[in-house]
């Protein structure tokens, strides 16, 4: 498979935590898994692995690449792990 990125879904209406007024970051409603664009290791490519539009999601900073010995996605989230990403990345 070739490299992973990582990606946030929020509740539409909902803004990321970089645009929160208050500050706080807010978890995302799902993470997903996107192979990554062409040429491109930390780019996400158009669709996750589940086969969602990324156009609206933001790419998350945790590389799984930077993380062998952990799972794809980062850890606080595994109750927000999309599951047909999850058995897509394998």
């Not at 209406?13 to 192979?35: C, F, I, M, N, T």
Request: aromatic fraction near 8%; proline fraction near 16%.
């Amino acid at each position: 498979m070739s490299e992973t990125v990582v990606v946030y879904e929020y509740a539409s209406g909902d803004s990321p935590p970089g645009d929160s007024a208050s500050g706080d970051e807010r978890p995302p409603l799902r993470v997903h898994a996107a192979p990554a664009a062409p040429g491109r290791t930390s780019v996400r490519g158009p669709r996750t692995l589940c086969g969602r539009d990324t156009f609206a999601m933001e790419t998350a900073p945790w590389r799984p690449a930077e993380h062998p010995d952990a799972p794809w996605y980062p850890p606080r989230y595994a109750d927000r792990v999309c599951p047909a990403c999850d058995d897509a990345a394998g």
